[in-house]
């Protein structure tokens, strides 16, 4: 997976356009006003809140062994 870096490339264009197709905006892979309306990011508007998802903790290999404190 891509970072979220704020930087616009193919994954950010990607992003665009599936949001702009899911939303019925035109499909530009641009961050244009129809976009920045949609997504509340025009002066006086509210963005959305943002959550990232959440990672399920992977349990370990299991430990064999007894512990000694030092």
Do not use: K
Request: proline fraction near 14%.
């Amino acid at each position: 997976h891509d970072e979220i870096n704020g930087v616009y490339g193919p994954a950010m264009e990607f992003s665009l356009r599936a949001y702009q197709s899911r939303t019925r905006l035109p499909v530009t892979g641009r961050l244009d006003l129809e976009t920045l309306a949609a997504l509340q990011l025009l002066p006086g508007g509210r963005a959305p809140m943002f959550y990232p998802p959440r990672r399920r903790a992977r349990p370990g290999p299991p430990v064999r062994g007894e512990w000694v404190p030092e």
